[in-house]
């Protein structure tokens, strides 16, 4: 079973980029345009976590640099945010509403919003986005992550 996921996950990805592109694109990252991962000036660890998570895949699948920020230090440049920040909330998402494990994809005037409720729902939205990319994790030690030029969203 293990080599079958590991012979169709070319496939799989291949899949997931023709499906990005045939929807409007909000952001692109790359190596020439690696854009910021914003988080909560009081971000939780496990908000911590999900970016540098979000940061490391990045890096796997494109190649891209993108540095963790806190959201003071954010410019009017489009991102991806990560968790309760106030951008999020002034996207009227409403952190009270979500389940412990519930999660959020979002675009907002050409940024990215990954959250979800506490305490594991902002890190289960990074990785759908990422799965979404065509990561997939096999088991605990195994993972296939797609070589992409251009992330997509």
């Known amino acids: 079973m293990k080599n079958f996921l590991l012979s169709i996950m070319p496939l799989l990805s ?22 910021p991962i914003v988080i909560a000036d009081k971000a939780s660890d496990v908000e911590r976590y999900a970016a540098r998570e979000l940061k490391t895949y990045i890096r ?18 489009p991102a991806i945010y990560v968790g309760e920040t106030e951008f999020a909330k002034n996207a009227n ?14 675009t907002q005037n050409g940024n990215l919003i990954l959250a979800g409720g506490k305490p594991r729902g902002t890190l289960y939205a990074v990785y759908e986005f990422l799965e979404n990319l065509g990561v997939v994790w096999t088991d605990e030690v195994t993972e296939f992550v797609p070589s992409l030029e251009n ?3």
């Open 14 to 35: 291949l899949f997931s980029v023709l499906l990005t592109g045939c929807e409007k694109v909000e952001m692109t990252i790359n190596k020439a345009n690696p854009v």
């Open 60 to 77: 796997k699948i494109c190649g891209a640099d993108c540095r963790i920020i806190n959201e003071k230090m954010a410019e009017n440049t």
């Open 151 to 153: 992330i997509l969203i």
């Open 93 to 106: 998402i409403n952190f009270a509403a979500f389940g412990k494990e519930e999660w959020l994809l979002q």
